[in-house]
């Protein structure tokens, strides 16, 4: 029973980091990346498709990334689809190829981006405090049931307050990596 308990606990922090790892992607540094887009949808053919599976995105330069679609007909929807996203980036279209240069971040913004990250990491750290809680509560409830005891309790509760701690720590190094990138000029 509390394995099961500490194998849903641990799949439950793993979806967290990953949700936390999406949000990261999302936020932009200085430095051209093809993973911000990996949240743009476009309109293909009446299909929200994303934007890796109709073009191919690299980074060339540091400064710039390039889209090159696989369908020529498809450049106009992924212009669109990249002007109405929230990445706020200009893309120039050459009728074959979209270009869009990464600008430098001011120093101002380069804070107000490590205040987000490091709101995303609360958030993220929150809800793997939530998942200990619950799987926590589920421990002590087969206690009540009479299917553990006490010593197990506490060994399950243990093992459950060690995969907080490792996951939280990913957090820490996630948040710590990725503030870096943001103040790297």
Same mark, same amino acid.
């Given at each position: 029973? *509390?394995?099961? !308990?500490?194998?849903?606990?641990? *799949?439950?922090? @793993?979806?967290?980091?990953?949700?936390?790892?999406?949000?990261?992607?999302?936020?932009?540094? /200085?430095? =051209?990346?093809?993973? !911000?887009?990996? !949240?743009?949808?476009?309109?293909?053919?009446?299909?929200?498709?994303?934007?890796?599976?109709?073009?191919?995105?690299?980074?060339?330069?540091?400064?710039?990334?390039?889209?090159?679609?696989?369908?020529?007909?498809?450049? =106009?929807?992924?212009?669109?689809?990249?002007?109405?996203?929230?990445? /706020?980036?200009?893309?120039?279209?050459? /009728?074959?190829?979209?270009?869009?240069?990464?600008?430098?971040?001011?120093?101002?913004?380069?804070?107000?981006?490590?205040?987000?990250?490091?709101?995303? =990491?609360?958030?993220?750290?929150?809800?793997?405090?939530?998942?200990?809680?619950?799987?926590?509560?589920?421990?002590?409830?087969?206690?009540?049931?009479?299917?553990?005891?006490?010593?197990? #309790?506490? #060994?399950?509760?243990?093992? #459950?307050?060690?995969?907080?701690? @490792?996951?939280?720590?990913? !957090?820490?190094?996630?948040?710590?990596?990725?503030?870096?990138?943001?103040?790297? #000029?």
């Amino acid at each position: 029973m *509390e394995d099961k !308990i500490i194998h849903e606990t641990k *799949e439950k922090m @793993e979806k967290s980091i990953e949700v936390f790892r999406s949000e990261l992607v999302r936020i932009r540094t /200085g430095r =051209a990346s093809a993973s !911000i887009f990996d !949240i743009v949808k476009v309109n293909y053919y009446g299909t929200q498709t994303p934007l890796n599976q109709i073009a191919s995105i690299t980074t060339p330069e540091p400064k710039q990334i390039i889209i090159q679609p696989w369908d020529a007909n498809a450049i =106009a929807d992924i212009e669109k689809a990249i002007l109405i996203s929230d990445l /706020g980036l200009t893309p120039i279209n050459d /009728g074959k190829t979209i270009r869009i240069s990464i600008p430098s971040l001011t120093e101002e913004r380069r804070k107000e981006l490590t205040k987000i990250t490091n709101k995303f =990491a609360e958030d993220a750290r929150i809800s793997i405090r939530n998942i200990r809680r619950t799987s926590n509560d589920e421990i002590k409830k087969s206690e009540k049931e009479k299917k553990s005891t006490e010593d197990q #309790v506490k #060994v399950f509760q243990k093992r #459950v307050q060690e995969l907080t701690d @490792e996951f939280i720590k990913k !957090i820490d190094d996630l948040v710590e990596k990725k503030n870096k990138e943001i103040m790297e #000029v």
